[in-house]
Nanobody, 125 residues
Framework: QVQLVESGGGLVQAGGSLRLSCAASGRAFKTYAMAWFRQAPGKEREFVAAINWIGGATYYADSVAGRFTIARENANTLYLQMNSLKPEDTAVYYC???????????????????WGQGVHVTVSS
């Protein structure tokens, strides 16, 4: 079993920055990719960014490209640097882990095996 724990959320003014962290722990596990998703009140969960754990390739939703950066540090830590935040970025942000390569795109939340509990990000105007 794998546990994912997010941290770093909070309240920030529009134009500000936050950095989210996700720590993975558990018995020896394989990681193919990790990602961030978010869910705003009354909306469906949406893809934010993903990183291939082996090659390091990164992928972003159009809505955050150029403002957010996903990165990894060592084998078990994932980050999301969020700059130029907008009120529409307000949501609960979730860290997710996919163990194996699959045909499903990295933006498809159903393809991930483990999820964190989520962290709140609120951007005030």
């Amino acid at each position: 079993q794998v546990q994912l724990v997010e941290s770093g959320g909070g309240l920030v003014q529009a134009g500000g920055s936050l950095r989210l962290s996700c720590a993975a722990s558990g018995r020896a596990f394989k990681t193919y990719a990790m990602a961030w998703f978010r869910q705003a009140p009354g909306k469906e969960r949406e893809f934010v960014a993903a990183i291939n754990w082996i090659g390091g390739a990164t992928y972003y939703a159009d809505s955050v490209a150029g403002r957010f950066t996903i990165a990894r540090e060592n084998a078990n830590t994932l980050y999301l640097q969020m700059n130029s935040l907008k009120p529409e970025d307000t949501a609960v942000y979730y860290c997710a882990l996919r163990r194996f390569e699959a045909l499903a795109p990295l933006a498809q939340h159903e393809s991930y095996d483990y999820w964190g509990q989520g962290v709140h990000v609120t951007v005030s105007s």
